[in-house]
């Protein structure tokens, strides 16, 4: 076989399996390749030399002394929806939020319509119809502008796949992207008719980005990757995406999220 | 380890059922684990101090997300990765704002004792031939990227799979892989030179 590359040699050393035989039987008989490892594992070896400060017996009593009174600030999301591990965990499992995220335009159109009753969600206990129609709203925005996040994040690390390579391959996150603005959109129509302007802006702002990244090409030059990202950065836009974010989540674990859209959180992040 | 697992899956139980106390037992089993991956990701103990609480807080309050997931000690990881690749971030801005000389250090990293002693009863020289190397290694990690440094220390130093990166990094398994290659990539051009030297010369006899 041909000699394996650097970055095949360091998945190797790291216990990757592809090809891993094949580049075993390679490395006995190279000597070159096999140097090639030695070294690798020599500066592997020598930063797993590197220590870290023991922070003692008692650190984790420490650790509990320094959380435990602040886990009441900190209200538990599963609390708020007043059961345990059944229909909260199953509900906020992150497998089950790609389904939420999927189903969540249709619940939303119900949601304008008033066309969602009790009858659609009997799990919510005590919580009144529009408490637990806000809640899905919230969850709605709040899991797409996590995967919003997600695509934007990813654009900030993408790289050519190797050395050789000029171009970089964004065709995921293009996809991704297009995927996400027929949705950012009707978000945003809805924050708009609900009177949050402060929500309604980060989306448009989203949108804006998403549409740039949408429309670029599948492959791109480093250059066009840098003014990509100067775009996105330029506009701040993680750091918005990220504090509507906490803030949803803070709403969704609210006891009375339907009392606060036009209290002082929508304030806050009209500041934004 | 199964015994670990099974009753880190008790206490979570309980603490969903209202039992706070129960939680304590997850931070005081957990801690110590955490606290090493964040001090290799962020280079100094206060922000590693910092990571290992916001990352407790958070796993309390997001518990209800954990109930089907197998391994607690992996899960509050994985959110210490997340939360720290935001810290050091934050961190890396907040240097760049500020000028050279108000950096601590050379390197920018906080020289705690505990990392100047290799090993045992060194010579001095010894002792400044490891230093040296020791600050070629914190300054080439605090060349990575915050998504490379969280990449290589969950690969490296805490084994963690690619799928468990991708997933702190909130990127695709194949990003995640290019990523821990690029770390490691980064590092080996930056230390490679000092570390053969080192090598070069144990394999002589004339080190140090």
Same mark, same amino acid.
């Given at each position: 076989? !041909?000699?394996?590359?650097? =970055?095949?040699?360091? /998945?190797?050393?790291?216990?990757?399996?592809? @090809?891993?035989? *094949?580049? $075993?039987?390679?490395?006995?008989?190279?000597?070159?390749?096999?140097?090639?490892?030695?070294?690798?594992?020599?500066?592997?070896?020598?930063?797993?030399?590197?220590?870290?400060?023991?922070?003692?017996?008692?650190?984790?009593?420490?650790?509990?002394?320094?959380?435990?009174?602040?886990?009441?600030?900190?209200?538990?999301?599963?609390?708020?929806?007043?059961?345990?591990?059944?229909?909260?965990?199953?509900?906020?499992?992150?497998?089950?939020?790609?389904?939420?995220?999927?189903?969540?335009?249709?619940?939303?159109?119900?949601?304008?319509?008033?066309?969602?009753? !009790?009858?659609?969600?009997? =799990?919510?206990?005590? /919580?009144?119809?529009?408490?637990?129609?806000? @809640?899905?709203? *919230?969850? $709605?925005?709040?899991?797409?502008?996590?995967?919003?996040?997600?695509?934007?994040?990813?654009?900030?690390?993408?790289?050519?796949?190797?050395?050789?390579?000029?171009?970089?391959?964004?065709?995921?996150?293009?996809?991704?992207?297009?995927?996400?603005?027929?949705?950012?959109?009707?978000?945003?129509?809805?924050?708009?008719?609900?009177?949050?302007?402060?929500?309604?802006?980060?989306?448009?702002?989203?949108?804006?980005?998403?549409?740039?990244?949408?429309?670029?090409?599948?492959?791109?030059?480093?250059?066009?990757?840098?003014?990509?990202?100067?775009?996105?950065?330029?506009?701040?836009?993680?750091?918005?995406?990220?504090?509507?974010?906490?803030?949803?989540?803070? @709403?969704?674990?609210?006891?009375?999220?339907?009392?606060?859209?036009?209290?002082?959180?929508?304030?806050?992040?009209?500041?934004? | 380890?199964?015994?670990?697992?099974?009753?880190?899956?008790?206490?979570?139980?309980?603490?969903?059922?209202?039992?706070?106390?129960?939680?304590?037992?997850?931070?005081?089993?957990?801690?110590?684990?955490?606290?090493?991956?964040?001090?290799?990701?962020?280079?100094?103990?206060?922000?590693?101090?910092?990571?290992?609480?916001?990352?407790?807080?958070?796993?309390?309050?997001?518990?209800?997300?954990?109930?089907?997931?197998?391994?607690?000690?992996?899960?509050?990881?994985?959110?210490?990765?997340?939360?720290?690749?935001?810290?050091?971030?934050?961190?890396?801005?907040?240097?760049?704002?500020?000028?050279?000389?108000?950096?601590?250090?050379?390197?920018?990293?906080?020289?705690?004792?505990?990392?100047?002693?290799?090993?045992?009863?060194?010579?001095?020289?010894?002792?400044?031939?490891?230093?040296?190397?020791?600050?070629?290694?914190?300054?080439?990690?605090?060349?990575?990227?915050?998504?490379?440094?969280?990449?290589?220390?969950?690969?490296?130093?805490?084994?963690?799979?690619?799928?468990?990166?991708?997933?702190?990094?909130?990127?695709?398994?194949?990003?995640?892989?290019?990523?821990?290659?690029?770390?490691?990539?980064?590092?080996?051009?930056?230390?490679?030179?000092?570390?053969?030297?080192?090598?070069?010369?144990?394999?002589?006899?004339?080190?140090?």
């Amino acid at each position: 076989m !041909k000699h394996p590359h650097e =970055e095949e040699l360091i /998945a190797y050393h790291g216990g990757e399996i592809l @090809r891993r035989d *094949i580049i $075993a039987d390679h490395v006995t008989d190279c000597p070159e390749c096999r140097a090639e490892l030695e070294r690798i594992d020599a500066v592997l070896a020598a930063l797993s030399t590197m220590p870290v400060p023991e922070p003692g017996d008692d650190y984790g009593q420490r650790v509990w002394q320094q959380i435990g009174p602040r886990l009441a600030e900190r209200r538990a999301r599963w609390l708020n929806f007043g059961v345990g591990g059944g229909f909260a965990a199953g509900w906020l499992e992150p497998r089950r939020w790609a389904a939420v995220g999927a189903i969540a335009a249709v619940v939303l159109l119900a949601f304008l319509a008033g066309r969602v009753t !009790k009858r659609v969600t009997p =799990e919510a206990g005590m /919580a009144d119809a529009s408490n637990v129609r806000e @809640r899905v709203l *919230i969850m $709605a925005v709040g899991e797409h502008l996590g995967r919003s996040e997600m695509v934007l994040v990813e654009l900030g690390n993408a790289e050519p796949a190797n050395a050789k390579q000029k171009e970089v391959n964004i065709s995921s996150e293009r996809r991704r992207a297009e995927d996400l603005l027929e949705e950012n959109r009707l978000y945003r129509r809805t924050a708009l008719e609900q009177g949050d302007t402060g929500l309604a802006n980060v989306l448009d702002e989203l949108e804006r980005v998403l549409l740039d990244v949408a429309h670029s090409p599948q492959e791109v030059t480093p250059a066009q990757l840098d003014n990509i990202r100067q775009r996105i950065e330029s506009r701040g836009i993680l750091f918005k995406v990220r504090v509507v974010g906490e803030e949803l989540q803070q @709403r969704a674990e609210s006891p009375t999220p339907a009392a606060k859209p036009n209290g002082s959180t929508k304030l806050e992040r009209n500041k934004t | 380890m199964e015994a670990t697992g099974h009753s880190d899956a008790i206490a979570v139980e309980r603490t969903l059922a209202g039992d706070r106390d129960a939680f304590r037992v997850l931070v005081e089993r957990h801690s110590r684990n955490v606290f090493r991956l964040a001090y290799r990701m962020t280079g100094n103990q206060h922000d590693a101090e910092e990571v290992v609480q916001e990352a407790f807080l958070r796993a309390y309050q997001k518990l209800g997300q954990f109930a089907a997931r197998a391994n607690f000690g992996t899960w509050v990881y994985r959110i210490a990765a997340n939360y720290a690749i935001d810290r050091m971030r934050q961190r890396k801005s907040e240097d760049a704002q500020r000028e050279p000389a108000g950096r601590p250090g050379d390197d920018g990293i906080e020289r705690d004792p505990a990392s100047l002693v290799p090993d045992a009863a060194p010579s001095p020289e010894r002792l400044a031939q490891s230093e040296q190397l020791a600050g070629h290694m914190r300054r080439a990690l605090d060349e990575l990227t915050p998504a490379e440094r969280t990449a290589f220390v969950m690969r490296h130093w805490g084994g963690s799979g690619i799928e468990e990166i991708a997933d702190a990094l909130k990127s695709s398994t194949s990003a995640a892989k290019n990523t821990v290659f690029r770390s490691v990539q980064k590092l080996r051009r930056s230390l490679e030179p000092f570390v053969e030297r080192r090598r070069q010369a144990k394999a002589m006899g004339t080190e140090l």
